[in-house]
């Protein structure tokens, strides 16, 4: 058993690390002052264009993505580069063209895409020129279970006609996201799992109505695109929007949630780090009772179980990377299910003693704190709730003792 990274992956960590302490963490201040300072709009900050040029051109880029598309890694080779832009999470991962929800949609382009929405649409995602959304998740039904939603994709000759309401549509805020995924049903009648089908909506397509977008625990996150609640009135795309085939959906969110899972946790350990960081520092600058808080017992024993925690976190979500990489995402099922329950609520865990550490300053807008604890407790319900993972593993863990009885 190997725990060191390979060399290729130590050498885009050390150059990966360079590029945030060089670029981005100086980046952050202007970063946030271009977000306050004008908050009518839904355009990412500009500061960025300049940070993902220079992402670009040292080598950056696509980080995610494995094949010739991207860069060509693995999943346990990209673990710990994921977790170095979760430390600024607001910014690193959209430098380096490896933001939510275009890495998702890169990925079902990638795998599902003709050659013809490929050059349209996953070229320029892949170049940064454009941004994207994904449309899944409905109000009026419980999204947990996706085969629940509501939306439709009729087809009418050589068109689809697509009516329903979306709300959470991930990135759709960003006015340079130009095409969106969106998820309905092409098929009532038809097995549960296969009523389903995902189709390209560009966003200037007639008939999108975007409502409002939606706050997160107060914040709007309008720095990656914001959440977007649209209503699709007669939406008339062409039959080559569809992606892969009728009924097709279900089988496609699938596939895009798997990568999706981990690597929002990935990033969520690096959050975890940096939160640490900054627990120690304000414990160790702060005085209370006669002496630092970092002399405190109840303080001690926080840094120590969030670094026991991390440490824990980590191993599981690397054992993941792994299997994803030797026995494919359907092999890996179990443990993707398992870090996606483990890590959001343990990084939660820790960023709450970050907060209290902070005091009123962890709940304000002076530190990321609050903000990176909002992320975080989202997590336990995007990509699938934690009683969702939680009765499908346990299913899996009975089965395995019982060999199916009941």
């Known amino acids: ?50 940070l993902k040029t220079e992402a670009r051109r040292r080598g950056l880029w696509n980080l995610f993505l494995p094949g010739d598309e991207g860069a060509g890694l693995t999943n346990l080779q ?22 939510a929800p275009d890495t998702g949609n890169m990925e079902v382009l990638s795998q599902f895409g003709t050659e013809e929405q490929k050059s349209q649409w996953l070229k320029p995602l892949l170049e940064g020129e454009i941004r994207s959304a994904f449309a899944m998740t409905e109000p009026g039904v419980a999204s947990s279970d996706a085969t629940t939603i509501e939306t439709s994709i009729v087809r009418d000759g050589t068109d689809y006609v697509i009516n329903g309401r979306k709300w959470f549509a991930s990135g759709a805020m960003n006015p340079n996201a130009k095409i969106m995924i969106v998820m309905g049903k092409t098929d009532p009648e038809a097995s549960r799992h296969r009523q389903q089908s995902m189709i390209l909506v560009p966003r200037d397509t007639p008939g999108l109505e975007f409502v409002r977008g939606l706050r997160v625990f107060g914040y709007d996150d309008r720095d990656h695109g914001g959440h977007a609640e649209i209503v699709f009135h007669d939406v008339r795309v062409p039959a080559t929007n569809l992606l892969a085939g009728e009924g097709e959906g279900f089988a496609i969110a699938q596939a895009r949630l798997g990568p999706g899972r981990i690597h929002h946790c990935m990033r969520a350990i690096g959050i975890a780090e940096r939160g640490l960081e900054l627990m120690v520092r304000r414990a160790a600058d702060r ?50 299910q398992a870090i996606k329950i483990a890590t959001p609520r343990t990084v939660e865990w820790i960023l709450d003693k970050v907060v209290q550490t902070h005091g009123g300053g962890g709940v304000s807008q002076e530190f990321p704190v609050a903000e990176w604890f909002a992320q975080v407790r989202t997590l336990r319900f995007a990509d699938g709730p934690d009683e969702v993972h939680k009765n499908s593993l346990a299913k899996r863990e009975i089965a395995a003792v019982t060999g199916g009885r009941r």
């Not at 060399?7 to 980046?27: G, K, N, W």
């Not at 004008?38 to 300049?50: F, I, K, M, T």
């Not at 002496?291 to 993941?320: F, N, Y």
């Open 1 to 50: 058993m190997e725990f060191a990274y390979d060399q290729r992956t130590r050498q885009l960590i050390d150059e990966l690390t360079a590029f945030m302490e060089e670029h981005v963490y100086p980046a952050e201040p202007l970063f946030w002052e271009q977000v306050e300072s004008d908050r009518d709009s839904w355009a990412q900050p500009p500061v960025l264009e300049g």
């Open 78 to 99: 990209y673990a710990p580069l994921a977790e170095i832009t979760g430390r600024s999470l607001h910014i690193a991962p959209v430098a380096t063209n490896c933001a």
């Open 287 to 336: 005085v209370a009772f006669g002496k630092p808080l970092t002399d405190q017992g109840v303080i001690r024993d926080w840094i120590a179980e969030s670094r026991v925690r991390i440490e824990q976190l980590r191993l599981l979500v690397l054992k993941t990377a792994w299997l994803m990489d030797t026995v494919g995402n359907k092999g890996a099922h179990s443990e993707i």
